[in-house]
């Protein structure tokens, strides 16, 4: 098992966080350390449900794979990600990467005084799928699947793009949202962590600015015509 030194996980007890710890681990690989941040008030019940998968370890809590795996983590039980305390131990902390795994949550100015580079994974084609619930837009649009992983800035989605990665629509597209978008999102981690491994530094290219547009939750209706879309294009051995 490899320590990987520079590399700090901000993690919640989600689905997303746990298929990124455990796909990180059954490739050899381990943040020195982990930040557990349960925030009062996230509403995001949705990503917190133990379904079972094949696709990742979905049915513990997070913290007991982190004890599992003697992997060093703090806990934080905040109302707010901008805490004071989160953010003075984040500037204490010797690693210059931060892979960020917090739903629904958006970093403030003040995370971007500390020279730290944060990682993102994000469920759609950036720079032309900003923003929330991109995977349906991109079924929509594209009749496809798609993860980007970026270095995240003060503007949403805009940040420099170090990978992307195209995926099938799975068979079962009721699992997208808890289980197939979370694996998606940590396979491609895996994939450029395996490739810094190799390489020593992660190879990067701007985002355009004048492409793209940023969207919103998806409507009820739209989610259901992009998932009927979906359904015509489906792999069946998924």
């Not at 059954?26 to 349960?38: A, E, Q, Y």
Request: net charge neutral; hydrophobic share 40%; aromatic share 12%.
């Amino acid at each position: 098992m490899q320590i990987m030194n520079d590399f700090l996980f901000f993690a919640s007890d989600s689905c997303r966080s746990r298929a990124y710890i455990d796909l990180m681990l059954s490739s050899g690989l381990r943040p020195s350390m982990v930040f557990l941040i349960n925030i009062a008030s996230v509403a995001e019940k949705s990503d917190q449900t133990y379904e079972h998968t094949e696709l990742f370890c979905n049915t513990i809590p997070l913290s007991e794979q982190l004890d599992q795996y003697r992997i060093p983590y703090k806990t934080f039980n905040i109302d707010k990600l901008n805490n004071e305390n989160l953010l003075l131990s984040l500037k204490d902390a010797p690693q210059n990467h931060v892979i960020f795994s917090i739903a629904g949550r958006i970093l403030r100015k003040e995370f971007f005084n500390f020279n730290k580079k944060y990682i993102h994974v994000h469920p759609g084609r950036l720079p032309y799928f900003r923003g929330s619930t991109p995977m349906y837009y991109t079924m929509l649009k594209e009749e496809s699947l798609v993860a980007s992983a970026i270095f995240l800035e003060k503007e949403i989605d805009t940040g420099p793009l170090i990978a992307e990665c195209a995926y099938p629509i799975p068979h079962d597209v009721s699992i997208i949202d808890t289980v197939y978008d979370p694996w998606m999102r940590a396979d491609l981690l895996v994939k450029i962590l395996l490739e810094y491994n190799i390489n020593g530094k992660f190879s990067t290219l701007p985002q355009s600015n004048d492409q793209g547009e940023t969207y919103y939750v998806i409507h009820p209706v739209l989610k259901c015509l992009a998932i009927k879309k979906a359904q015509k294009t489906i792999n069946p051995l998924i």
